[in-house]
Structures are given as structure tokens and as C-alpha cells.
């Protein structure tokens, strides 16, 4: 794909509806999740892209929880319907950015941490990056509330100016 093409002509890929049976279900994600992500070796600014194992919880990867559900409280986290037919845009948020106006990223500090936020701007979705030594870690991905896009407009403004 040439990285002059227009967002609106690259579309992410089709939502992962919810068909009645959780289990089928989260079994599905999963599988898109290990394909997706695990397996796909995800690159960023030229640096690969980790993912967090530990602690497991039901057989399945840690982050995987984190790009599923919603929660401060790990062991109180619920499924987030958004957040699961949307598994698959986190491999073409990140596979994309750079290539598209559309999707822009700045770097922004969470406590103590540095990290990337990915936003695709037009589809209200990010992915969140940790700085490492090296490498990035995959923090979450999300549905981007109208309240948390005028913060990222903000935080991507703040970022611009800095660099410039």
C-alpha cells in the first residue's frame, strides 16, 4: 500500500461481533490476538513490539486481558464488547502508523512510565505503547471517549510543540 493513499481508502479490518457464546468467543479472540499480535512481529519506530505473559489468568496472556476488558482492579476487569470486536486494529493502528495522516502518536508520561499513544483519530481507537530499553511494551488499546479525545488533542498539541 502506498503511504499516500488516504485513511478513508485503508479501512481497518471488519469488527468481531459477539455471537451469543462467550466462550466461542473469547476462544476467537484469542486466536486473532496470538495471530495478530503475538505471532505477527510488530514493529514501531523500528523497534519490536513485546507483549506481557504474566500473571495468566484463564490459560491466556496477561495483556490480552487488557486488550479485552475494562477495570482498575485486575481481578474485577469485565469484557468490554468495544474493545473485543476491535482485537484486530491493533495490528493495523500500528502496522499503519507513520503511513497515514490520520493516525498520529506522541509520547506522554503515565507515572513513572514513557509511553507511545497510537490514534487513529477518524475510528476513535488507540494503542498504548510502553518505552523500554530497546524495545516497546503493548500496554492496551482502547475506544477513545469524546472526553479522553479533546485530553489527546491536548497531550498530541503539547507534543508538536515541543518537537518543533
Not at 476491535?86 to 514513557?114: A, Q
Request: charge should be negative.
Amino acid at each position: 500500500m502506498e503511504a499516500s493513499q488516504p485513511i478513508e481508502e485503508q479501512n481497518p479490518p471488519d469488527l468481531v461481533t459477539f455471537s451469543g457464546d462467550w466462550e466461542v468467543y473469547e476462544e476467537s479472540l484469542y486466536k486473532i490476538f496470538l495471530d495478530t499480535i503475538c505471532d505477527a512481529g510488530l514493529i514501531f519506530q523500528g523497534q519490536r513490539i513485546s507483549i506481557k505473559k504474566v500473571p495468566e489468568h484463564k490459560d491466556k496472556h496477561f495483556v490480552f486481558w487488557h486488550l479485552t476488558s475494562e477495570g482498575e482492579l485486575e481481578e474485577e476487569r469485565t469484557p468490554d464488547f468495544r474493545r473485543c470486536e476491535r482485537l484486530s486494529w491493533v495490528n493495523w493502528i500500528i502496522v499503519n502508523c507513520g503511513k497515514h495522516s490520520g493516525i498520529s502518536f506522541w509520547e506522554n508520561k503515565r507515572g513513572s512510565e514513557n509511553h507511545v499513544v497510537i490514534w487513529c483519530e477518524q475510528y476513535e481507537y488507540a494503542v498504548v505503547l510502553a518505552k523500554r530499553n530497546g524495545y516497546f511494551l503493548l500496554k492496551t488499546a482502547y475506544c477513545v471517549t469524546e472526553k479522553r479525545a479533546n485530553s489527546f488533542r491536548k497531550e498530541r498539541q503539547l507534543s508538536q510543540r515541543k518537537n518543533s
